[in-house]
């Protein structure tokens, strides 16, 4: 993928899973979406050792459930997406021999295709500012 300032990235990774597979009863709450993205957050940092980036999921409120008790009613898209993307030269560090970036987003069908709103928002990556340098 080339990114809108010309950088190229590959995809290294891709992890996909419902992101309301553990919801056995009731509907999901904005509480609940914000644990849920915190949690992946947590993940994807302690898996991949990098700080992950989000893309913020558009949250959509479910109507017809007044006074719901458990939260408010709101739904994220159904597929939680994790992966890794790699550049084969350095983000800042002169020392470093590339960069690296997890990235956390949501959408409503499982991946492949990524969703074309998740394709724009990675081309406007700011590279230099959200990726880690690494050594082979």
């Known amino acids: ?6 950088r190229v990235i590959h995809l290294r990774s891709l992890e996909q899973w419902g992101t309301y597979s553990g919801l056995l009863e009731g509907i999901p709450t ?6 849920h993205i915190k949690r992946t957050m947590d993940a994807a940092r302690e898996k991949y050792r990098f700080e992950p980036f989000l893309i913020p999921p558009v949250e959509t409120l479910i109507d017809g459930f007044p006074g719901y008790r458990f939260g ?16 084969f030269s350095i983000a ?14 949501f959408q409503s069908d499982l991946a492949f295709p990524i ?9 406007l990556l700011k590279w230099e500012e959200v990726a880690s340098d690494f050594q082979y």
């Open 1 to 6: 993928m080339v990114l809108e300032k010309g």
């Open 30 to 35: 904005r509480e609940m979406n914000h644990r």
């Open 92 to 105: 800042r560090d002169e020392s470093m021999d590339a960069s690296t970036l997890p990235v956390v987003w």
């Open 115 to 123: 969703a074309d709103n998740i394709l724009a928002s990675l081309r």
């Open 72 to 87: 408010t009613p709101a739904q994220i898209p159904s597929i939680t997406c994790v992966a890794t993307f790699d550049c």
